[in-house]
Structure formats: structure tokens, C-alpha cells
């Protein structure tokens, strides 16, 4: 399975007032992830959107551990959890560059539609590319 790691250094504008990093910055990292890792892939969101299409979240799972804190650093792991030709689903784990201890794990389920009627397309017909490059991660074993 292909999989990226991203190195995110934890701002103090990503803290809360307990110091840890606030909740939903983690969904912001986890979708840096996922860009670098469809970025290794040889894709950019940036053409699918240039085409008219989008790729919205539809489902979103996340577990929380042990909180990352201001001036600590972050390694965002991501890979293709499972893809059906219409929905793909991201698999994350976030953890302490220093330990590799585990901070956060969660997934991200997606959807490609056209961009003016939000009306799903399947993947496989409209962006073949994408459709074998996602086949190719699930059963790719070199990272």
C-alpha cells in the first residue's frame, strides 16, 4: 500500500486555551495529508477542480489520544483505505515526530461530484487516471 507522511509543525495559533491543539486543526492537517499523498500519486486537486468537479467530504471519522502541543512537530500519515470507483476513503494517523507516538487516527470519506449540480460521478469514468492510480495505492507495496 502507498503510503505519504507530511511534517506539520504545531503554530500557536493551532492551540487552545489548554495549550493542546485545538480539535479541528487536526482535520485541517489531515487534508494537507491527503493532498501530499494524491500529490505522490502524480494528481493534483487543483486540475479535478479546473475540470469542474469537486471532492467533498461525506463522512468523517476521528479519535482523539494523547494531544499535540505548540513547538511540538507532527508526522500526518496517509494512504487509501478503500476506493469503489465513486467513493474513496482516506485512512490518517497523526503522530509525535520525536516518538512516534500515536496522537490522532481517523479517516476521511469522499465523494467526486460536478461542481455546478453537486451530482456524484463515478471516478472510474470521468478521471480514469485517478480510478487506476487509486487501484495501483490499494495494492502497491513499496512504501
Known sequence: MITNETEIEVRYAETDQMGVVYHTNYLVWMEIGRTRFIETLGLRYFDMEAAGYLSPVLDVQIHYGKPLRYGQTAIVKTWLEAYDGIRVTYGYEIRYAETGEIAVTGSTKHVCVKKETFQ????RRVFKEW?????SALTDEEN
Open 120 to 123: 456524484p460521478i463515478a471516478l
Open 131 to 135: 480510478h487506476q492510480k487509486y487501484l
